[in-house]
């Protein structure tokens, strides 16, 4: 890779992604796709007393949308739905030291997916009585 616009803290999440897989027993799945450029991530989430014990993704993209998957699981892992659902896409470019600027959309999809992923939690437990957090 020659993009010399990808920061080291992106690239180490691109090469080694933390939290790769389907989790068969999710309590929540959620979905992002980005028509324009053909990247979509599932996330899943494992929740226990309000804590997002364990995530992991699959992800189809670019290495910016691989790279932030894997920090939006690395960001989330342990936080309560509440904290989780503050998580925004500022926060993941962020941590991973930015983002170039034709990949900044890349970090919509973990925000967005992650959300969804609640959403389907909420909708699994308390029935069709939920709110949307799009």
């Known amino acids: ?51 997002i014990e364990d995530i992991s993704f699959m992800v189809f993209g670019c290495p910016a949308a691989i790279a932030t998957s894997s920090m939006t699981t690395e960001l989330i892992k ?22 170039p600027e034709n990949k900044m959309h890349c970090s919509n999809l973990g925000a967005e997916a992650l959300k969804n992923a609640i959403n389907d939690y909420y909708c699994k437990n ?5 709110e949307s957090f799009n």
């Open 1 to 51: 890779m020659s993009d010399k616009s990808y920061t080291e803290k992106l690239l180490e999440h691109f090469m080694n992604p933390r939290n790769v897989g389907v989790m068969k027993d999710a309590d929540g799945e959620g979905t992002c796709g980005d028509p324009g450029c053909g990247d979509a991530l599932t996330l899943y989430i494992k929740v226990k007393d309000d804590v």
């Open 78 to 99: 342990g936080k309560t739905i509440e904290d989780a659902l503050k998580l925004t896409d500022e926060d993941i470019m962020e941590a991973l030291g930015g983002l």
């Open 126 to 130: 308390n029935g069709n009585n939920t």
